[in-house]
């Protein structure tokens, strides 16, 4: 079946640090991909999403490229900012079926 | 509503005791997703409704969980004989196809078993 595998956390940097995280997937046909954020206290929210291969989603000085031919939706932010500290989830829904599953989450820890 | 509604936000529970947790989706939301978080974890798939094909159950942890959603509305996350390991935050989701499209969360149900 269908997985999605995020690297390790907790992720802790200092303010201003270029961030990435990694995310691979497996999956059959062409699934779409997510990046959802979980700030301290609120609710999962939508951060960027790409829908085909090559395609590039970005949002709040976040960026991600579908990358087809390695499996990855890998996250990077050049710079990133105390208020960016939360629990970020890799995710993709199913071409056929709209099943949505999620990594495992990746805390990220931003000091000043 | 505007967003995802769930209730009740907590329930406290005794063991062996059901609970019955609710989710609002987004009107005109097709797809309806239960997940399962507990602490410091991540987002374990529960189920999934899209329109009126049969939900897929593959995620439910045993056969004391069960689902419904009336209407292609509301749905109901059931347990029964409920468990110490069931304590979690329960999360509810829904989006318009399902497909490639952003999914909106609600605020949750955190369930403590005692």
């Known amino acids: 079946g269908n997985s999605v595998t995020q690297m390790e956390g907790p992720v802790t940097l200092s303010e201003e640090a270029f961030l990435t995280i990694n995310c691979t997937y497996t999956?059959?046909?062409?699934?779409?991909l997510f990046w959802y954020v979980q700030y301290p206290g609120e609710g999962l929210q939508l951060l960027l999403k790409?829908?085909?291969?090559?395609d590039k989603g970005s949002n709040k000085g976040f960026e991600a490229t579908y990358r087809k031919e390695t499996t990855s939706f890998h996250l990077e932010k050049g710079s990133v900012q105390v208020s960016d500290s939360a629990v970020y989830f890799c995710?993709?829904?199913?071409?056929?079926?709209?099943?949505?599953?999620f990594g495992q989450g990746t805390t990220l820890q931003v000091k000043p | 509503g505007a967003g995802v509604s769930q209730s009740p936000s907590n329930k406290v529970t005794e063991k062996g005791k059901d609970v019955e947790l609710r989710c609002d989706p987004i009107?005109?939301?097709?797809?309806l997703y239960w997940y399962r978080q507990s602490l410091g974890q991540g987002l374990e798939f529960l189920i999934y409704?899209?329109?009126?094909?049969?939900?897929?159950k593959s995620g439910l942890p045993s056969d004391r969980f069960s689902a419904e959603r009336t209407g292609g509305s509301v749905s109901t996350l059931t347990i029964q004989r409920t468990q110490q390991e069931d304590s979690a935050v329960y999360l509810c989701a829904s989006s318009l196809t399902g497909v490639g499209t952003e999914a909106f969360f609600g605020q949750g149900t955190r369930l403590t078993v005692v």
């Open positions: 409704f899209q329109g009126n094909s049969a939900p897929d």
């Open positions: 009107s005109g939301h097709t797809a």
């Open positions: 999956a059959t046909g062409y699934p779409s």
């Open positions: 995710a993709l829904t199913d071409s056929n079926t709209g099943k949505l599953i």
């Open positions: 790409a829908t085909k291969a090559d």
